[in-house]
């Protein structure tokens, strides 16, 4: 890599308190900087050396601005020239402001280094050093959280980790047949997706909000466990249950055309599991499909089928 080039614009009363070691620290650290006293001799050209070779040569022009230098007509001059070199070719300006003084009118859009301790400025010097070179602190580009790379449908009003959210719930119910999941239960599943516990929770709020969850009973600032809703069941397996139509239209047609009514009977005539039996019986109930009956034990069964049902399965 190529030496850059910085033209060091300042005030002569500057350059033993300040300009020279900054100067060689930048040498020091592999930029060819410009300086008079290093590159000028007796009967050189003002202009030729500092506008034509030092400015025009120069990928970068540090102007030091100080009590001093803003009193200077040639650091006033080099400023003009390096703003014009900046417009027409995209060079860098750099001004490094000393005493706290005001800068010039031309450079306030210019973000500045202000360094109030000319004996002591690594931090600046480091920031100057990064603008020379283009680099940033900026800490280097991870992969993304699990979560945010998920296949998740979009569900209105949900954020990707709300619907996360809600597919681990309705997974978990899915698996165990019970509709009531702990809450601890729950967040060691989402966790390994690298949702934050804060996020979690505010996620279990709003689920809840839309009534895909109810919260447990048991009086605490966080709910011991969740009931997943029969809407929150339903949006589980309409999103991420692909034979739940299928299913559906199944236990209807063993309903109307094999009068097959206990929950037990479906669950062996269509092989599926009684949590999906049972919430689609209770689903065929709010669509006024059947009337229905439960006792304790888990036990489901169709007491009346209704006309809805009857076309619903000559319609399929």
């Given amino acids: 890599m190529n030496a850059p080039k910085v033209f060091l614009s300042h ?14 620290r930048l040498r020091e650290q592999g930029v060819d900087v410009w300086l008079d006293r290093w ?14 070779e030092g400015i025009r040569n120069a990928v970068a022009v540090i102007v030091v601005i100080s009590k001093y ?13 390096s703003l014009v070199k900046r417009i027409n070719e995209g060079s860098l300006l750099i001004p490094v402001v000393l005493d706290n003084v005001e800068v010039p009118e031309a450079l306030k859009a210019t973000l500045w280094e202000p360094i109030s301790d000319t004996t002591n400025y690594e931090a600046g010097f480091r920031r100057v050093l990064s603008a020379i070179f283009g680099r ?20 209105f009003g949900l954020s990707a980790t709300d619907v996360l959210v809600l597919r681990e719930f309705g997974k978990a119910a899915f698996e165990s047949g019970e509709l009531s999941i702990g809450t601890e239960e729950a967040w060691l599943r989402v966790e390994e997706f690298s949702v934050s516990r804060e996020d979690f929770l505010d996620a279990t709020e709003v689920l809840a909000s839309y009534h895909f969850l109810q919260k447990g009973k048991e009086v605490a600032p966080i709910p011991t466990y969740f009931e997943v809703t029969q809407s929150g ?20 047609a063993e309903i109307v ?3 097959t ?12 599991p009684q949590v999906i039996v049972d919430h689609v019986l209770r689903r065929m109930a709010q669509r006024d499909f059947v009337r229905i009956a439960e006792a304790a034990g888990g036990h489901v069964w169709v007491t009346k089928v209704m006309p809805g049902l009857k076309r619903y399965v000559r319609d399929q």
């Avoid at 069941?233 to 299928?246: D, G, K, Q, T, V």
Wanted: charged share 30%.
């Fill in 11 to 24: 005030a002569g009363e500057d350059k033993e308190r300040f300009v020279l070691r900054f100067a060689e």
């Fill in 39 to 52: 590159e000028m001799l007796p009967g050189d050209s003002l202009i030729e050396k500092i506008f034509d």
């Fill in 69 to 81: 230098s803003l009193q200077k007509k040639w650091v006033r001059e080099e400023l003009n020239a």
């Fill in 136 to 155: 940033r602190d900026k800490p280097p580009l991870g992969a993304p959280p699990r979560y945010a790379v998920e296949d998740l449908p979009s569900i």
């Fill in 233 to 252: 069941f339903e949006e589980y397996l309409a999103r991420f249950h692909l034979a739940y139509p299928s299913v559906f239209g199944a236990i209807a």
């Fill in 257 to 259: 055309n094999s009068g």
């Fill in 261 to 272: 009514c206990e929950n037990s009977d479906l669950v062996q005539r269509v092989g599926q």
